[in-house]
């Protein structure tokens, strides 16, 4: 029994200074602590053995102060509007009150590019998320069929999700069937180049599904030197993720 009165198990999730906080076990740990985890905005609390998980929930709650001080830094919620302007890819678009269907509308005579949508508040804001995920399926479909010749490897089925924890996965192929790839459509939001690099990243795994020295090697000859595109998104992930919150 623990000292929150229940045995702890590894994924449980507890609440310190009005912030999630899931527990983990990770056996190659060496001793207990926590991290930040900004896509998801929580805290984890990881412990060497299930043993130790009560020991990982207490030094959570005595770092109630310091999780209190990194959720603060964290950006705040981007709710969405007409009259806003995002980038999509790289490129301006804006966003505009509209009648009928939900509509991206290309850029032209000079002018951005504009999503128009129906209503306001949160019917808008899923109007666009629907329209941004339907670009996104476009680009990175593309880019992904691309990446597959290029590596001469079956061309997967590609779906966009709203992952937490990943910007793409791929799934080797099942019963003879193709391999998949998901995205997260929230890459529409990033520079053209970084979603770009996921897109290679996920096809390298069509060949090696590991991240091993082959694994790399291929990423590095369809897109050059990963570094700059991953440090984009450990720095600029959790302002993707507060888009729409």
């Known amino acids: 029994m ?11 999730r507890l609440e310190v200074a009005g912030t999630p906080v899931t527990l983990k076990v990770n056996r190659r740990a ?29 030094f959570a709650r005595d770092r109630a ?13 981007t709710p969405i509007h007409p009259g806003m302007t995002l980038m999509v890819f790289g490129e301006p678009v804006r966003l505009e009150a509209g009648t009928g269907r939900a509509k991206w509308h290309p850029a032209a005579d000079g002018q951005p590019a504009r999503i128009t949508a129906m209503g306001d508040g949160e019917g808008f804001a899923r109007a666009v998320i629907l329209v941004l995920k339907r670009r ?14 290029m590596l001469g490897a079956p061309m997967p089925t590609v779906t966009i999700a709203d992952a937490k924890g990943r910007w793409g996965s791929c799934r080797a192929g099942v019963r003879g ?11 529409a939001l990033a520079p053209y180049e970084v979603a770009d690099y996921v897109a290679a990243h996920e096809c390298a795994h069509l060949r090696e599904l590991n991240h091993g020295p082959r694994f790399w090697a291929h990423v590095r000859a369809l897109v050059g030197d990963p570094k700059a595109h991953r ?13 729409g919150r």
């Open 2 to 12: 623990s000292l929150f009165g229940r045995s702890l198990n590894d994924g449980d």
């Open 136 to 149: 996104a399926a476009a680009v990175l479909g593309e880019r992904t069929e691309v990446y597959a010749a």
């Open 231 to 243: 440090a984009w998104l450990r720095a600029e992930g959790a302002a993707l993720h507060a888009f």
């Open 177 to 187: 069937g193709p391999p998949a790839i998901r995205y997260s459509w929230r890459l």
């Open 65 to 77: 102060h310091w999780i209190a001080e990194r959720i603060a830094e964290l950006p705040d919620a």
């Open 30 to 58: 060496r001793r207990v602590s926590i991290r930040l985890d900004r896509t998801r905005r929580e805290i984890v609390a990881t412990a060497p053995s299930l043993r130790r998980l009560p020991e990982a929930a207490a």
